[in-house]
């Protein structure tokens, strides 16, 4: 009792005061650095217009726009995801699980007000896209390649277009009635048809088939339209072209006022026609030679190509190209 009384009034001596409540808190534990930090901060986002991110669980392989400010996204696992389009940005509407396998094939409908999708299982659904509702499932007798809407406003049958993986015919459809009867069917390419891409100003269809030959054919007769286009012979047009090239055709988008298309193809090169002549207007050529070739060009040479035709551009940027670099060689 002395001692603890001594030691009291010792610390009242010093001046201190008693402790009381908790403790101090514990000293925090270094940091451990976290191995790949930088590698990890230099994969984030660092656009100036990023927000935010919209995804699917796995690869998203189709995008189709709705003119109805809706567009659709279909993914490798077979899901599909319906978006409503905002002043700002985009906002969530619908899932579905389409298909149990990849989705090998997305139309929108020119009206966009239905939406169609294909897989290898035989399978074809169809939506309504402003009431997020599935309409109608269809089971094929064949593999579907490709598909496209074939209607325009005002008409009475919402025809479906659905081409064979595994011959060149091509069917139509009545999606309104539900059959899996169709209502015509005829052979329209010498090859299976790969790309369809439905042109309502002309009402008529452009399609290429795996060959990479382009054609063109009436929806209601599956003929080829002789009073929309002004020439009678393929042979006359450069439809021609990209199977001339060896390669193929990727996808065909027509232009609003329908007087043009354009074409992709794996050999990067985007060619645009005129529609009713079939002739090419222009070549774009986006591949990895072009491409390095005009930056030699640009390194070596002050000679501008403004003036050259891109189908030309290629060309002669190497050959200048080749010049320059000889020249400055010889002078070394």
């Not at 001046?15 to 976290?34: D, H, Q, T, V």
């Not at 239905?114 to 997020?132: A, E, G, Q």
């Not at 399609?207 to 042979?235: H, I, M, Q, R």
């Not at 990727?250 to 060619?271: C, L, M």
Request: glycine residues 6%; neutral net charge; charged residues 25%.
């Amino acid at each position: 009792m002395e001692d603890d009384r001594n030691g009291t009034e010792a610390a009242a001596d010093d001046g201190e005061e008693p402790m009381i409540g908790p403790g101090p808190a514990a000293r925090s534990r270094p940091k451990r650095p976290l191995q790949f930090e930088q590698a990890f901060l230099d994969s984030l986002p660092s656009a100036n217009m990023y927000e935010k991110s919209y995804m699917h669980r796995d690869v998203v392989t189709h995008v189709a726009v709705s003119a109805a400010d809706f567009f659709i996204t279909g993914s490798i696992d077979g899901h599909l995801k319906f978006w409503k389009k905002k002043p700002s940005g985009i906002e969530f509407a619908k899932h579905f699980r389409s298909h149990l396998g990849a989705i090998e094939g997305l139309a929108v409908s020119v009206d966009g007000l239905l939406c169609c999708t294909i897989s290898s299982d035989r399978s074809v659904k169809i939506y309504d896209v402003v009431n997020y509702d599935m309409m109608v499932m269809m089971r094929l007798p064949y593999t579907p390649g490709t598909v496209e809407w074939v209607y325009k406003h005002g008409d009475v049958k919402a025809k479906l277009a659905i081409s064979d993986m595994n011959s060149p015919y091509v069917h139509v459809y009545d999606a309104h009635s539900g059959s899996t009867e169709p209502v015509i069917s005829k052979q329209v390419h010498m090859a299976p048809a790969k790309v369809m891409k439905y042109n309502h100003a002309y009402d008529t269809v452009v399609s290429a088939d795996t060959k990479g030959v382009l054609d063109y054919w009436c929806p209601s007769t599956l003929e080829f339209p002789e009073n929309v286009v002004s020439f009678n012979l393929k042979s006359d047009t450069n439809l021609f072209d990209i199977a001339k090239c060896k390669t193929t055709v990727s996808a065909i988008e027509v232009s609003p006022n329908g007087k043009q298309f354009s074409v992709t193809s794996p050999d990067r090169r985007i060619r645009v026609f005129w529609f009713k002549t079939g002739k090419l207007r222009r070549v774009y050529d986006e591949s990895l030679e072009c491409i390095g070739h005009s930056y030699a060009m640009q390194l070596f040479s002050p000679v501008k190509l403004q003036n050259i035709p891109a189908v030309y551009a290629c060309k002669a940027t190497f050959i200048c190209w080749k010049k320059n670099l000889g020249s400055r060689i010889a002078l070394t």
